[in-house]
């Protein structure tokens, strides 16, 4: 039998899907490698944290300034993320 040694020290210690995986139902704030931040209420995910997102608002930069989509619902591919923020609200203007 062994052991993780993080949760033996910490038995609360969750693993990153865990995380995800109690954000499902919640906002969600999510920065991906482009110039793109999105939030919405996450649905479902896998392995790969490709995630499902819907009541999505886009923010994207640009050289003109900040531009804001908004979405019934949205596919992320989990490669193009680069940070989770659970609870998020996204950026401020």
Same mark, same amino acid.
């Not at 210690?13 to 995380?19: F, G, I, N, Q, Y």
């Given at each position: ?25 919640? =906002?969600?704030?999510? *920065? +991906?490698? $482009?110039?793109?931040? /999105? &939030?919405?209420?996450?649905? %479902? ?24 989509? =908004?979405?019934?619902? *949205? +596919?992320? $591919?989990?490669?193009? /993320? &680069?940070?989770?923020?659970? %609870? ?6």
């Amino acid at each position: 039998m062994t052991t993780n040694a993080s949760t033996a020290i910490n038995p609360s210690t969750l693993m990153p899907l865990e995380l995800v995986d109690k954000c499902i139902g919640s =906002k969600i704030w999510v *920065i +991906l490698k $482009n110039e793109r931040e /999105i &939030t919405g209420t996450l649905i %479902g995910f896998d392995d790969f944290v490709n995630m499902v997102l819907e009541d999505v608002t886009e923010y994207e930069t640009t050289p003109e300034g900040r531009r804001i989509n =908004k979405l019934d619902q *949205i +596919l992320l $591919n989990g490669n193009h /993320i &680069t940070m989770l923020v659970p %609870g998020g609200e996204g950026p401020q203007e």
